[in-house]
């Protein structure tokens, strides 16, 4: 049997730090809301640093988004969480320029091994949000990730209420942003945060 001891000292392991980032688009606010929300579990698991990032408009030249210091960010990563409204069936515009900037990354692997996820926001209880997340995962497979689904079941919380396990669906339309997505909607993106960062520290250790 082989025995495995680790011999390093409290205090080398205790710097040993988990990074995990948010990267979202939101149109209207509403995305922006379960980002923080997801940033929020994420935050809340020892160890685990979270950053959360916004798509900004002003980065996308002609069609193209630049920004290689949040790009640099999330290469710094040890987990990307993606985040963006579902529009027409698919990932906001802006978001896909986010991913195609992304190229660069994809031909060098070095995203290879990172842990993902995703989230997204629509009107209605469907409109058609799985397209969404299958994109996102796809983005995520394209890169060489892991990738973290949804493990919780629907509950009386509300939590997964509208049962989706490649990821978090929120249901938001024209309401506030302080209306919508409801507190069960945050709290199903809490717990993916939670998840997300537990894991990867695991992963990582």
């Not at 979202?24 to 940033?39: D, Q």
């Not at 892991?146 to 939590?159: L, Q, R, Y």
């Amino acid at each position: 049997m082989l025995l495995i001891v680790d011999f390093a000292p409290l205090s080398q392991k205790q710097k040993i730090m988990t990074t995990v980032s948010i990267i979202y688009f939101s149109g209207t606010g509403h995305t922006a809301k379960l980002a923080e929300a997801v940033a929020k579990g994420s935050s809340s698991v020892a160890g685990v640093k979270t950053n959360l990032i916004a798509i900004n408009g002003a980065d996308i030249v002609k069609g193209r988004y630049a920004n290689n210091s949040v790009l640099a960010q999330l290469d710094a990563s040890d987990a990307i969480i993606f985040g963006t409204p579902t529009y027409m069936g698919g990932p906001a515009a802006q978001f896909k320029a986010f991913a195609d900037a992304t190229a660069e990354r994809w031909y060098h692997r070095a995203w290879k091994d990172k842990i993902g996820a995703g989230f997204t926001v629509s009107n209605g209880p469907s409109g058609d949000k799985l397209s969404t997340l299958h994109s996102l995962f796809t983005l995520a497979a394209q890169h060489g990730m892991i990738w973290v689904g949804f493990s919780e079941t629907p509950n009386e919380k509300g939590v997964n209420r509208l049962s989706s396990y490649s990821g978090v669906m929120a249901l938001a339309g024209q309401e506030p942003v302080d209306v919508a997505p409801n507190e069960a909607d945050k709290l199903t993106g809490e717990i993916l945060g939670q998840r997300v960062a537990t894991i990867t520290a695991k992963f990582k250790s």
